[in-house]
């Protein structure tokens, strides 16, 4: 299951609102961090404007607490609840696994969807099935529960190596390209990202 984490703030003043949503109003905006990545919370290349099913159901929170404005710090996913702790970012957007030691450093909204991974492989692959893995170079994105997957897999010995990339950008061209055989990740971002790059010749 996923869910987006957000901060909270200690004490409320008299008219019932915390200080930090006091702070945000009066700013006129609520920062956000999120790593960008489509489709629930990013920048649109075009536009410049957020989109993203997260961002929709941001702007409805934001309209009932009377918060003017969003504005996006793109965070390399790993570092969200760090920036957020740091108090650098309001809010953390993004496709983020409620997991017990999240929980310890972030206060989380309910849970509004659940997902899986996804096994991301080049058109042309020989790899049919999680045991043709074996012996294969597989890549995934540091901070996430995908990343902590392929280190189980690779412990057990399901994967010959596992390769780091910072971003799902990064992550879906290095398999394009075929630096890795393989790539692990979210299967609602890549489903997406494949639907609207037909420039990758890749399959789930």
């Known amino acids: 299951p996923t869910s987006k984490s957000a ?3 200690a004490g409320t003043a008299n ?5 930090l949503l006091q702070d945000i ?7 956000i961090g999120s790593s960008n990545d489509a489709p629930f919370s990013y920048q649109d290349a075009d536009s410049g404007k957020l989109k993203g099913v997260d ?3 941001l702007r409805e929170i934001c309209k009932r607490l009377g918060i003017p404005d969003i504005k996006m710090k793109v965070v390399d996913f790993s570092n969200l609840l760090v920036e957020l702790n740091n108090k650098n970012v309001d809010m953390v957007v993004d496709a983020m696994y409620v997991k017990n030691d999240r929980l310890q450093v972030a ?7 659940q997902e ?6 080049p058109q042309n692959s020989s790899i049919a099935s999680k ?8 890549g995934a994105q540091p901070g996430t529960t995908f990343y902590d997957t392929a280190q189980q897999w690779l412990k057990d010995g399901k994967i010959g190596n596992l390769v780091s990339y910072d971003s799902q950008a990064t992550l879906m061209s290095a398999v394009n390209m075929g630096k890795v055989d393989a790539v692990i990740t979210d299967g609602i971002v890549a489903g ?4 609207q790059d037909s420039s990758l010749k890749l399959k789930l």
């Open 55 to 57: 961002i929709e159901i």
């Open 192 to 195: 997406y990202t494949l639907s």
């Open 107 to 113: 206060a989380f909204s309910d849970k509004w969807y």
């Open 116 to 121: 899986g991974e996804a096994v991301v492989i």
């Open 15 to 19: 008219s019932g609102e915390s200080k």
């Open 25 to 31: 109003k009066k700013r006129g905006y609520i920062l």
């Open 7 to 9: 901060s909270s703030s």
């Open 131 to 138: 045991a043709d893995l074996k012996g294969k170079t597989v």
